[in-house]
């Protein structure tokens, strides 16, 4: 029987998150393991009238392309991927992983150099996504995968799942456009901030944000959603931090990271594990040594670490910061191939001040 989780959360994707109108440019990219969902986004795209292509995946060929491709094979970019970032209205990419660590044993010098040889690709979508021409989200499939990685059942995992969505809520959409006006009130106690202090074991970091751009994630972009964020200001974050998840990058685990930064660049990084490999992406460009990133999770559905990404970032009580690009419509102006978030905790003694006032304590926000 299908779930129908999958419907609603469908629903809400295509009718609140980007809005898919007549005549949109669709592209629906995900691991074919995701059918339930691929399938009900195209069908609620057709129905709107829009242009939907399905660009289903084999996961283990991407494994196959590090180890086997040749340089110029790894370089390569498609006339057909260029044209999609120049055209599309709307992408939706479904996270479904059959196995989220196949990547790795990969050396990371061979990812690098597709990284490096799609970054135009990626500096046209964050522009076009910037000027609003192109909307965008990413979300997710549960697979047994994602499950083993958060150790949960399958079941159990698919409850956490699409409990974090709110799909069960009686107007989920309502609900999502709560947690909107919770940020709208965030963003308001920001105006005209500047210097932002985090506290936490092993952490001590101040960045500066003035003239920054706060941005809401409601649930277009992400789903399920629930942070704030901004580019902090590129030459100003000092201090260190202690990241207390493994950080997953290119299909790889770093644990224990610990990062100082002055002038806010990364002068020393250590880790516990796969410390080369941290290194290596560090090393990438020059601007993956630079934050582009300052988040606060604001999702208090979450509350527990899961090994992905899209949900980590977002657990209610933490911060995440992401060496590397930024997005431009925060203002902020770092590039990079590389976009590498790290989640800190701070549910447990740690504390926010932005200006010497109280934003979050032990994980709770205190204002709004």
């Avoid at 009686?170 to 901030?193: C, D, S, Y």
């Avoid at 660049?265 to 990438?284: P, Q, Y």
């Amino acid at each position: 029987m299908a779930d129908q989780r999958v419907e609603k959360l469908a629903d809400i994707l295509v009718g609140y998150s980007v809005d898919v109108k007549e005549g949109d440019l669709v592209s629906i990219r995900a691991p074919f393991v995701a059918e339930p969902l691929i399938l009900a986004l195209y069908k609620r795209c057709l129905e709107r009238g829009a242009q939907p292509v399905i660009r289903a995946s084999i996961p283990q060929a991407e494994p196959l392309l590090y180890r086997f491709g040749q340089d110029h094979q790894l370089e390569y970019v498609w006339d057909t991927d260029r044209w999609m970032v120049e055209n599309l209205d709307v992408s939706f990419t479904i996270i479904s992983d059959t196995n989220t660590r196949q990547l790795s044993r990969i050396d990371p010098a061979r990812q690098q150099i597709s990284a490096r040889a799609r970054k135009p690709l990626l500096d046209r979508f964050l522009e076009r996504a910037a000027d609003g021409e192109f909307r965008w989200n990413v979300t997710l499939f549960p697979t047994e995968a994602h499950a083993m990685e958060a150790q949960m059942s399958l079941a159990e995992y698919e409850d956490f799942y699409y409990g974090a969505c709110l799909v069960d809520a009686a107007n989920p959409v309502a609900e999502w456009k709560e947690l909107a006006g919770r940020h709208a009130r965030l963003l308001e106690w920001m105006k005209g901030r500047n210097e932002v202090h985090i506290e936490g074991e092993g952490t001590d970091l101040i960045l500066e944000v003035g003239g920054r751009t706060f941005i809401p994630a409601d649930g277009e972009c992400n789903f399920p959603d629930g942070e704030i964020f901004t580019g902090p200001i590129e030459d100003k974050t000092r201090g260190v931090v202690a990241f207390s998840y493994p950080a997953l990058y290119g299909g790889q685990a770093v644990e224990g990271i610990e990062l100082e930064f002055e002038a806010g660049r990364v002068v020393n990084a250590s880790a516990r594990g796969n410390e080369d490999f941290l290194i290596k992406t560090l090393d990438t460009d020059r601007g993956a040594r630079i934050l582009g990133e300052l988040g606060i999770g604001t999702n208090f559905g979450i509350k527990s670490f899961t090994g992905e990404i899209l949900l980590d970032e977002k657990i209610g009580g933490t911060v995440h910061l992401a060496v590397g690009a930024s997005y431009p419509e925060s203002g902020g102006v770092n590039e990079s191939a590389v976009h590498w978030d790290m989640v800190c905790d701070l549910r447990k003694g740690g504390r926010i001040t932005v200006d010497g006032d109280t934003l979050m304590e032990d994980g709770k926000i205190v204002v709004a």
